[in-house]
C-alpha cells in the first residue's frame, strides 16, 4: 500500500475511534468521571438500530431518533445507578460499577440478539469510491471523520461561547460554588452522561454498516477509543477526535510497514510512550487543584 | 399401658417395612434384569444446541437421528435400539467437559459424538482417552483432536481435518488457477495458527513459496492494509482462515481495493450469513465443504435426503437442509459406531474401540467407506473427499466435486 492510501485508511478507521472516544470526554469534562463500558453504550446503539432500521424496517427518519433516545435513557440510567451513587459517597467505585454495567448490557445483548453476526446495510456502504490506486472507500468512511471534527467543534463551541457550557464546566471545577451560584450540578452531570451515551449510538450507527453488528462488537472498540481518550487528554474534545485519527494512522502503517502480527503490539505500545512524554495526552492540559 | 402396647406394634411395623422394602427391591431387580434385553445403547451427543452454532448442533442432531432411526427400523444393533442422549455445551470447553463427563459416567453412553468447536473437542479428548470411551467427532478440525500424542487414542473423525483441508486447498488453487505465488490471510487465533502452520508444510511439500503470511483480528474492520501488502508482494491468489465475520471483513476490503483475486478458504464462511455479511461478492469465496444435497445424489443420499422430508416440516429441498456437512457428518459417524459396535459384539467400550479398527464397508453419505479407521489413522475422510463450493444468494452450492 504506498503512502496516500494508507493515510486515507488509517484517517477513516482512526475517526471511529475518536467518535466513540468523544463520550468519554463529555462526562469527564463535566463531572471527572467516564462510563468505561462506552463500547457497551455502541453495541446497545447498534442493536437497537439493527431492529429499528433493519429488522422491522422503519424509515431513518423516526428509527435514528429513536436509538438516540434508547441510548439517552441509558444513559440516564448508567448515571444514576452506576455513577452517582458512589461520588455521593466520595468513593472510587463508580469505575468498577460501570464496568459491570457494561458485562451486564453485553450478555443482555447477547440474550436479545443472539451470537450471529448480522449485517447492517446501507446506501453509503455499497459502491467505493477509487481516491487513488488501491485507495478505495466507502462514502461512510468519508462522512464519519466529518461528523467525528463538527461534533468535536460543536462541543468545543458549547463548552466555552454558551451560559450552559459554562455552567457545566463549572459543575467540575467545584461542584459546591456552582450549586451555590445556581446550577442545578445533579442536572448538568445526567445532562453529560445522555450525552456521552448519544454519540456511542451515533458512533454505533455510522460504524455497523461497514462492520457487522454483534453482540460483542463494541468490546474492542471501547478499548481503543479509550485509549484515544487518553492520549488525547480527556479534557478536550479536539483532543480526543484528533487522537483517535493518530491511533488509526499507527495501525495501519504498522500493518501496512512490519506487518500485522505487529499491529496490537505496535499500536497499544506507541500509546505508552506519548502518554510518558506528554502526561496529560497531546492537547490535555496538567489540572490545578486549589486547596 | 400405652407403653407396653406400643412397643410390640412399634416392632411389628419395622418387620412390615423391612418386608415391603425387600419385595420392593427383589421387584426392582426383576423389572431391570428383565427389561435389560431391550434396553437400548446409549450414544452421546455433545454439541452447542444454544447460541451462534445452534443451527449446526441441531443439523448433527438431525443427522445422527435419522441414521438411528435407519438402525432401529433394521432391529438395532445387537438386538438392541439406539438412543441418542443430547447435551448443550454452549460452545464452551468447560461445559463441553462436564457433559462429556456427565453422558459418560452417568447416562454409561457406550460411545460420545461431540466437538463443534476444536477448542471443546481439545477439553473432552484427555477426559475420553483416560475413561476409555469411544470419542467420534463430526465437525472440528484440529489436527490435534485425532493426532493427540495418547498411547491409548479413542478418538476418531469423520469430518475434514485442518492439515488435510491445506493440502486440500493448495491442491485446487494450483489445479484450477494455476496459483504459484498465493498469499495467506489467516485469523489470529489458535485455528488460524494451526492453518499457518498446515497451509506452510503443504506449501514447502509442493516447493512453493507464499507471497505472505498476514494475520487479522475476529474484530477488525478494516483489512486493506494487511491485504494491500499480500498484493505488493505479488500474490496471486489468497488462502484465507476465519469464521464467518471475519471472512466478510476480507471481502468487503478487497471490494474497497478493487482487487479480485481467486479465494480459496477453509469451511469458515459456511457458518452463518455469509452473503447477508459480505454483500454480492461473498460467492466469489470458494470453500471446502465434505457433502452438498445438491446435484446427482447417490442412493444412500436420495434415502437420507427423503428421510429428513418426512421427519421434519421445514425441509423442502436440499437448501433447506443448513449446514449439510453437520447432517451427512453425523449421519456417517453413527452408522460407524453402528459397524464398530456390531464387530466388538458387545457392549463394552474397548471392544467398541477395537470393533472402529475392523469395520470393513460401511455404506455411507459421504463415501463408501472401506476399512476407514487403522491404530494409524483415525480419520475416516481424506483430502480426496472434500468438495469445493460458494454461496449463491443463501445457499450453499458446489462448483466442483473432489
Known amino acids: 500500500m504506498s503512502f496516500l492510501p494508507a493515510i486515507i485508511t488509517g484517517l477513516a478507521l482512526g475517526s471511529m475511534y475518536g467518535l466513540l472516544a468523544l463520550g468519554f470526554h463529555v462526562t469527564y469534562a463535566v463531572s471527572g468521571t467516564v462510563n468505561f463500558s462506552q463500547g457497551s453504550s455502541m453495541t446497545l446503539g447498534a442493536v437497537a438500530g439493527y431492529f429499528f432500521l433493519v429488522l422491522w424496517g422503519w424509515p431513518g427518519l423516526i428509527g435514528i431518533p429513536m436509538v438516540l433516545v434508547i441510548c439517552a435513557i441509558y444513559g440516564l440510567i448508567i448515571e444514576r445507578y452506576a455513577v452517582r451513587p458512589f461520588v455521593q459517597r466520595g468513593s472510587d467505585n463508580w469505575l468498577m460499577a460501570t464496568v459491570a454495567v457494561g458485562i451486564i448490557v453485553d450478555n443482555l445483548m447477547l440474550f436479545v440478539f443472539g451470537k450471529e453476526p448480522r449485517g447492517f446495510p446501507s446506501i453509503l456502504a455499497v459502491t467505493p469510491i477509487q481516491i487513488a490506486k488501491d485507495a478505495g472507500v466507502y462514502p461512510l468512511q468519508l462522512l464519519i471523520p466529518v461528523v467525528g471534527l463538527v461534533l468535536a467543534m460543536l462541543l468545543h463551541l458549547f463548552t466555552r461561547r454558551t451560559r450552559h457550557g459554562v455552567a457545566m464546566l463549572a459543575v467540575v471545577q467545584n461542584p459546591n460554588a456552582a450549586r451555590l451560584m445556581g446550577i442545578d450540578v445533579g442536572r448538568a452531570i445526567a445532562a453529560s452522561y445522555a450525552a456521552s451515551a448519544v454519540l456511542a449510538g451515533i458512533a454505533a450507527l455510522l460504524i455497523a454498516p461497514l462492520f457487522n453488528v454483534s453482540s460483542d462488537m463494541g468490546t474492542l472498540f471501547g478499548i481503543k477509543a479509550f485509549a484515544a481518550a487518553i492520549i488525547g487528554g480527556l479534557g478536550s474534545a479536539w483532543g480526543v477526535m484528533l487522537a483517535g485519527l493518530c491511533l488509526g494512522l499507527i495501525e495501519v502503517f504498522a500493518t501496512n510497514y512490519l506487518g500485522s502480527v505487529y499491529t496490537q503490539i505496535i499500536t497499544f505500545a506507541s500509546v505508552i510512550v506519548i502518554l510518558v512524554v506528554m502526561p496529560h495526552g497531546l492537547l490535555g492540559r496538567a489540572g490545578v487543584k486549589k486547596v | ?402
Open chain 2, 1 to 402: 399401658m400405652n407403653f407396653s402396647c406400643s412397643s410390640p406394634s412399634l416392632l411389628h411395623r419395622r418387620g412390615f417395612v423391612k418386608s415391603i422394602a425387600g419385595t420392593a427391591l427383589a421387584a426392582a431387580l426383576l423389572v431391570t434384569s428383565g427389561a435389560f434385553a431391550a434396553d437400548p445403547i446409549k450414544i452421546g451427543l455433545v454439541t452447542a444446541l444454544s447460541g451462534q452454532s445452534a443451527r449446526a448442533g441441531e443439523a448433527l442432531t438431525r443427522g445422527a437421528t435419522i441414521a438411528i432411526e435407519e438402525i432401529n427400523a433394521k432391529g438395532g444393533v445387537l438386538g438392541r435400539p439406539l438412543e441418542l442422549v443430547r447435551r448443550d455445551d454452549e460452545s464452551n470447553p468447560a461445559k463441553g467437559l462436564l457433559a462429556a463427563r456427565e453422558l459418560i459416567q452417568r447416562e454409561k453412553v457406550a460411545a460420545l459424538i461431540g466437538g463443534l468447536d476444536t477448542p471443546v473437542a481439545m477439553a473432552i479428548v484427555p477426559f475420553v482417552n483416560n475413561a476409555k470411551v469411544p470419542f467420534v467427532d463430526p465437525w472440528a478440525a484440529g489436527t490435534n483432536i485425532t493426532h493427540n500424542g495418547a498411547a491409548d487414542n479413542y478418538v476418531f473423525r469423520v469430518s475434514a481435518m485442518d492439515q488435510d483441508v491445506d493440502k486440500a486447498i493448495l491442491q485446487y488453487a494450483v489445479k484450477k488457477y494455476g496459483t504459484k505465488k498465493p498469499g495467506l490471510i489467516l485469523v489470529n487465533n489458535p485455528w488460524g495458527e494451526s492453518n499457518e502452520h498446515g497451509l506452510k508444510a503443504a506449501l514447502k511439500a509442493a516447493n512453493i513459496e507464499p507471497a505472505g503470511v498476514e494475520k487479522f483480528q475476529d474484530n477488525d474492520v478494516d483489512v486493506v492494509p494487511q491485504l494491500s501488502r499480500l498484493k505488493a508482494a505479488g500474490a496471486d491468489a489468497l488462502f484465507l482462515v476465519g469464521n464467518v465475520g471475519p471472512s466478510s471483513q476480507v471481502v468487503k476490503s478487497l471490494d474497497r481495493m478493487g482487487w479480485a483475486p481467486p479465494i480459496v478458504s477453509h469451511w469458515g464462511p459456511a457458518g452463518g450469513r455469509f452473503t447477508e455479511l459480505a454483500g454480492p461478492n461473498a460467492k466469489n469465496v470458494i470453500f471446502v465443504q465434505t457433502y452438498s444435497f445438491f446435484g446427482d445424489l447417490s442412493p444412500v443420499g436420495k434415502k437420507v435426503m427423503a428421510a429428513l422430508q418426512a421427519k421434519y416440516s421445514d425441509i423442502k429441498g436440499p437448501a433447506d437442509i443448513t449446514p449439510a456437512v453437520g447432517v451427512a457428518n453425523a449421519y456417517d459417524t453413527v452408522l460407524l459406531i453402528a459397524a464398530a459396535i456390531q464387530k466388538a459384539g458387545k457392549v463394552d467400550p474397548t471392544a467398541i474401540r477395537d470393533g472402529f479398527y475392523a469395520v470393513d464397508q460401511v455404506d455411507g453419505l459421504i463415501k463408501t467407506y472401506n476399512k476407514p479407521f487403522t491404530k494409524e489413522r483415525h480419520d475416516a475422510l481424506t483430502e480426496n473427499d472434500y468438495i469445493w463450493t460458494r454461496f449463491e444468494d443463501n445457499h450453499i452450492m458446489p462448483v466442483a466435486s473432489k
